[in-house]
């Protein structure tokens, strides 16, 4: 997994190759300005700490363009890499001047951060797809996967059932993520056999 400097190099790596997308720059401007860099990827659970959202971007569009080829190459790289390197942008901000996450002075050993009940209080993913929208012209499958990356641990998941759409970008999407979170961000109190099969990767 990559350190804070190098996840930052990356991203700008990364936001080099949609650059040509209309309102990709402006979005990445305003997301840095409100915290991008800084923020924590949770208030307890995985990456809870200063700069963990941007090591967990970078690491969900890396692994999203490796499945991609594998699993969709129907998709295109500027598609997989604005949805994955946006998709928790909501935890930088929730678009309206609120951070989403406040340092706890209080408990810090046991909770680094606390929910921000100021913010708008709306779905991550559905506010991810609200601030990005904001500046960039989503296409449909895009705005479908970064509104419902989370999969079933979204409470709307059941918007994902009833009709014939497979969602395929959405789940490309959600499995990167959920690798991520699960197994590349936490590899701290695994099994020795998983700690092998993580140092082999
Ligand atoms: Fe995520």
Known sequence: MLNLEDSKNEYFK???????????????????????FEAPASTKFHLCSEGGLIIHLV????????????????????????????????????????????????????????WNAEQLNYAGGHKSALIISKFVDLKQDEIQAIAYHDGPYTESWKDLMGNNNV???????????????????????IKKFDKKFLEDK
């Open 59 to 114: 690491s969900v569009t890396a692994l999203a363009l490796k499945l991609r080829p594998v699993l969709y190459p129907e998709a295109t790289e500027e598609t997989v890499i604005l949805v994955s390197l946006f998709h928790d942008c909501f935890k930088a901000t929730d678009g309206f001047g609120n951070k989403t996450y406040l340092k706890n002075t209080e408990a810090k050993e046991r909770q680094p951060y606390l």
């Open 14 to 36: 990364f936001l080099e190759k949609i650059s040509s997308r209309t309102g990709v720059k402006a979005l990445s401007d305003y997301l840095i300005k409100h915290g991008l």
């Open 167 to 189: 969602y395929p970008l959405t789940h490309l999407i959600h499995m990167a993520d959920l690798w991520s979170c699960w197994v590349v961000e936490r590899n701290k109190n």
